[in-house]
């Protein structure tokens, strides 16, 4: 059967919500689903790898590649650039490759914009004190940033409302089998695969690419 071209998601959610962990857990457990490695100029954090979790570059570098046009989306969040590199998202969907972008909420919103059939997935804490327990936690930024990211949090999470879905990120488990469910339900609309595979069987009998099945 052709494959058709790969989903675009964006994960994203209020700061230290726990999308990172919950993207990488579902690539391990999901076959055919790729993690967008994002662009930022912010130090790696504790057992951070360059070309893992980021591509850690100097702010010149980075405004090179805005420069050439070489980044999906980009944005300046508490005085760090952060970006999506293009080329390799876009060989992946058309490969047929599902691509998760773990982005911040300025970069998921520039993609939502350009991408309208992007996957838009919001991650929440189960209460705001356990948000703000996660932020402190972190133990990597200065008081002056925490204190800012704590008053900020409830302006970020409002912004989920203007998402597709929602996943509680309580308990790993549960929320990465949330976000499989999401990317089964995507695949199975009629404006993706699932109307590809009605036009194939209604024209040639058959959703597969060989002859019909005499099997009812």
Partial sequence: MQRSRGLLVIVTGPSAVGKGAICRALLERTPGVRFSVSMTTRPPRPGER?????????REEFEREIQRGG?????????????????????????????????????ANTVKAKYPDAVSVFVIPPSMAELHARIRKRGSESEEAVQRR????????EQGLTYQYVVVNDDLDK????LQAILIAEKCRTSRQGGQLIRRLLERGSIEDDEPSDHR
């Fill in 50 to 58: 360059h070309g893992v979790e980021y591509y850690f570059v100097t």
């Fill in 71 to 107: 980044l999906l989306e980009w944005a300046e969040v508490y005085g760090n650039y952060y970006g999506t590199p293009r080329r390799p998202v876009e060989e992946a969907l058309e490969r047929g490759e599902d691509i998760i972008l773990d982005i911040d909420l300025v970069g």
């Fill in 150 to 157: 704590l008053q900020e949090a409830p302006r970020w999470v």
């Fill in 175 to 178: 929320a990465v089998a949330q």
